[in-house]
Structure formats: C-alpha cells, structure tokens
C-alpha cells in the first residue's frame, strides 16, 4: 500500500513515517526543505520536495496513493490565517479528488466542531467539512488537545515572572503527546475496516491548569508556581510581542476564549477516548530538561 505523509520531520509525521516503513508499507513524506530529504530517506521513505500551498504540485504528488495523512503546517508568520489554511484545505481537497485516492487521515484539533467563535479550531471545521464532500473518499479526522510540546513557549515566562499562564483557565484541559497522534494516525492508516466519515479524538491526560502549573513547577524546582489567566487584550499584546503576526495572536486569543468558556471542549466531553498513554507527569522531566538548557 502506498502512503502518502505530509507534516515533513515533525513531531507527528516523523514517528508515523517510522511506523508505516517498519511495518512494511511504500512511504513517501511531503516537505518544502531540501535540507529534509536525506533524514527522510534514512527512515526508509522517499522524500518529495514541494509545497502545500502548491495545488499541482499535491495532484502528482498524490497520484497513486492509497492513504494520504494531511495537515495543516503551523504557519506563525501567516498575516491572514483562514486564507492559509482554507487554502491548504482546498488544495489537499482538489489533489484528494484529482489522483483519485480513497482514503485520508486529516490532523484536525478539539474545537473543530464549532464552525466559528474557536479561532483556529474553527478554522479546522471548514477543512474537515471540504473533506466531508468528497464523494467515494473514507476521512477520518484526528482531534488531539492541546500538544504538551506548546508548553515550551511558557519557558521565557517561566524564567522573567515566575509562573505560566493563558487568556483561560479550566478544570479538565484535554492534554495530548504527539507520538499518541502518531499511533492513532497509524492505526487509522493500517485499518482494514476503513470507511465512511468519522472524528476520533486522541488525549493523552486531563489535568486542569491549576494542577499543570504544579506538576510543570515541581519538575522545574518551583513547586509553589501558580497558573495565571491573562486578559485577552494581555494575552494578545504578549503574543505580538513575543514575535507572532497579530491575525494568528487574534485567533490564538479567541481559541483561547473558547477554552475558558468551555464550548472548545463540548462535543469532546460527549465523545470521550480512552486516554491514550503518555501521561503529562512523564512530559514534565523533558520540560524540565528543556526548562534547564534554556
């Protein structure tokens, strides 16, 4: 079976990458690096250099595969954030219908049942709903939490004011590690019984945020660090300043709105996983290392 992945050598795509080539399958990983080509041919997959915000590029690159695992890249320097990702979303959706595949496992996030009000989680609807429309095409959309690696961003507030801390707090924060995205994705490829249109959310742990700031500030020696919500207007300004575009920082602050008020998380509470298994008190000694070497 031929497999294609975008997502180049990231935290998701290269352990799936691995994954699939061990377990025998014709893999081929889409990046815009050349500098990425030799990594990805030592995982026993071929690379394939190009964008995915070129359509014809996506049409021959799709061409006889059986799966293609997409998502959509983080693009941070995006001063139109919906155009990106509508536009990578349609492009994914035009290459799909063009070569002909039948099968597609899309990253999506929590959230992305709401159609706007979720910032970039809603952004994800529009791209899941495309993919709905494809006609003869089995989708399933991966839905994880919030990535446990995003808690790096917090080091420098960590170190200059001595807590961590968002535009929301909450009770039970859905917390996902990577390579749990990495499995589910993998299984959903290797699945025989493969049809229709489904959401499968991968978590790893639920913590609220008071017991993140703990578990994150007993692994870094600072047991008594506390969880501190921003206003949004805060949250924002920080954001812009600590370098992002002010139409990301505007969808981050909203996604994080939607968190604080709960609607991020309503259709998850009805559909809830068996949590996967890296739990957030493992992540925290890699946080903690990273919080050292910083």
């Given at each position: 079976?031929?497999v294609?992945?975008?997502?180049?050598?990231?935290?998701?795509?290269?352990?799936?990458?691995?994954?699939?080539?061990?377990?025998?399958?014709?893999?081929?990983?889409?990046?815009?690096?050349?500098?990425?080509?030799?990594?990805?041919?030592?995982?026993?997959?071929?690379?394939?250099v190009g964008?995915?915000?070129?359509?014809?590029?996506?049409?021959?690159?799709?061409?006889?595969?059986?799966?293609?695992?997409?998502?959509?890249?983080p693009?941070?320097a995006?001063?139109?954030?919906?155009?990106?990702?509508?536009?990578?979303?349609?492009?994914?959706?035009?290459?799909?219908?063009?070569?002909?595949?039948?099968k597609?496992?899309?990253?999506?996030a929590?959230?992305?049942?709401?159609?706007?009000?979720a910032?970039?989680?809603?952004?994800?609807?529009?791209?899941?709903?495309?993919?709905?429309?494809l006609?003869n095409?089995?989708?399933?959309?991966?839905?994880?939490?919030?990535?446990?690696?995003?808690?790096?961003?917090?080091?420098?507030?960590?170190?200059?004011?001595?807590?961590?801390?968002?535009?929301?707090?909450?009770?039970?924060?859905?917390?996902?590690?990577?390579?749990?995205?990495?499995?589910?994705?993998?299984?959903?490829?290797?699945?025989?019984?493969?049809?229709?249109?489904?959401?499968?959310?991968?978590?790893?742990?639920?913590?609220?945020?008071?017991?993140?700031?703990?578990?994150?500030?007993?692994?870094?020696?600072?047991?008594?660090?506390?969880?501190?919500?921003?206003?949004?207007?805060?949250?924002?300004?920080?954001?812009?300043?600590?370098?992002?575009?002010?139409?990301?920082?505007?969808?981050?602050?909203?996604?994080?709105?939607?968190?604080?008020?709960?609607?991020?998380?309503?259709?998850?509470?009805?559909?809830?996983?068996?949590?996967?298994?890296?739990?957030f008190?493992?992540?925290?000694?890699?946080?903690a290392?990273?919080?050292?070497?910083s």
């Amino acid at each position: 079976m031929k497999v294609i992945i975008t997502g180049s050598t990231g935290n998701i795509s290269k352990p799936l990458t691995s994954m699939l080539v061990e377990a025998g399958y014709d893999v081929s990983v889409i990046t815009s690096s050349k500098e990425k080509t030799k990594e990805i041919g030592s995982l026993g997959a071929k690379p394939l250099v190009g964008s995915v915000e070129d359509r014809g590029f996506l049409q021959e690159a799709f061409k006889g595969a059986d799966v293609v695992y997409t998502m959509i890249p983080p693009n941070m320097a995006a001063e139109d954030w919906k155009s990106f990702v509508y536009g990578v979303g349609n492009n994914y959706v035009q290459a799909i219908k063009a070569a002909g595949v039948k099968k597609v496992v899309n990253l999506s996030a929590i959230g992305a049942h709401l159609p706007q009000g979720a910032g970039l989680s809603s952004l994800y609807n529009y791209v899941e709903q495309e993919l709905n429309k494809l006609e003869n095409v089995a989708v399933v959309h991966l839905r994880p939490g919030s990535f446990y690696f995003n808690f790096f961003r917090n080091i420098g507030m960590i170190k200059h004011m001595g807590v961590i801390g968002n535009n929301y707090t909450s009770d039970l924060l859905p917390l996902t590690h990577p390579l749990d995205i990495s499995k589910a994705a993998f299984e959903e490829i290797t699945a025989i019984n493969f049809s229709g249109r489904r959401v499968r959310y991968v978590v790893s742990d639920e913590l609220s945020t008071n017991a993140i700031a703990k578990v994150l500030g007993e692994a870094i020696g600072k047991p008594d660090m506390q969880w501190v919500k921003f206003g949004n207007e805060d949250a924002l300004n920080g954001m812009i300043q600590a370098g992002l575009t002010k139409d990301v920082s505007k969808n981050l602050v909203e996604m994080g709105q939607a968190v604080d008020s709960g609607i991020a998380y309503s259709d998850y509470n009805e559909h809830k996983p068996v949590l996967s298994a890296h739990k957030f008190k493992e992540f925290a000694k890699e946080f903690a290392l990273a919080y050292t070497n910083s």
